[in-house]
């Protein structure tokens, strides 16, 4: 499987899928700090916010990179559940890698405020983005040619997951539980002042942790359904 996975990853890179969301959250990031310093907790989780279309979209370019005959290949050389893991532990590493780069790009553009608390701010900016990767990654699976069978349908799976969370995310009474807490989890950092009570940061960890359960399970459903 590993081997499986690094070969996914591998031809996503060189092929050159990765460079259009690439240089898209470079301009995102570039915007989003330009406006000048605030909080880290502030920073980091809007930047996660951000960061959430971006990696969806990454998981699906990669899960798409490999054409259909080889993907049905990979199911029978390795089987059904190991070929599908190894197509989402390569989106994992893809996605934290450029979390990682996100993390340091306000640093870069000058986008934190030092005179506010900062280790405090970073550690609740890393469990923002570990708390919208497995989001990203299950809503790009689901997007992906091997679920929805066409380009078009996957782009637009994409387009409406992606706008789904960001409009019921705001709204936050509306049916909040049919969308990962993306946009909850930077509204709960959006006040340094006020960092989030212990029993905030546990119920979006366990409703992320839900939400992604059951985002998953579609996904390998509907992976065995249309093998």
Request: net charge positive; hydrophobic share 60%; charged share 10%.
């Amino acid at each position: 499987m590993t081997a499986l996975a690094g070969m996914r990853l591998a031809a996503f890179l060189r092929g050159g899928r990765s460079l259009a969301p690439l240089i898209a959250l470079i301009a995102l990031l570039g915007i989003l700090y330009g406006g000048g310093a605030s909080a880290a907790a502030v920073a980091y989780g809007y930047s996660a916010a951000v960061l959430f279309p971006v990696l969806a979209w990454l998981t699906k370019l990669l899960l798409d990179t490999e054409p259909d005959v080889q993907r049905r290949l990979a199911r029978l050389a390795v089987g059904p559940a190991r070929e599908a893991l190894a197509g989402l532990l390569a989106a994992a590493l893809v996605a934290v890698l450029v979390c990682a780069a996100a993390m340091v790009a306000p640093w870069l553009f000058r986008g934190i405020d030092t005179t506010e608390p900062v280790a405090s701010g970073v550690a609740l900016g890393v469990l923002a983005h570990l708390l919208a990767v497995p989001p990203a990654i299950a809503v790009g699976a689901l997007a992906s040619r091997a679920v929805t069978g066409q380009v078009r349908t996957g782009v637009a799976v994409l387009a409406v997951a992606s706008v789904l969370v960001v409009v019921l995310g705001l709204q936050g009474a509306v049916l909040p539980w049919l969308v990962p807490p993306v946009m909850a989890t930077a509204r709960a950092l959006n006040d340094p002042s006020t960092p989030p009570a212990a029993a905030t940061l546990a119920l979006l960890t366990g409703w992320a942790v839900a939400w992604c359960a059951t985002a998953f399970a579609c996904y390998g459903w509907l992976r065995r359904s249309r093998s």
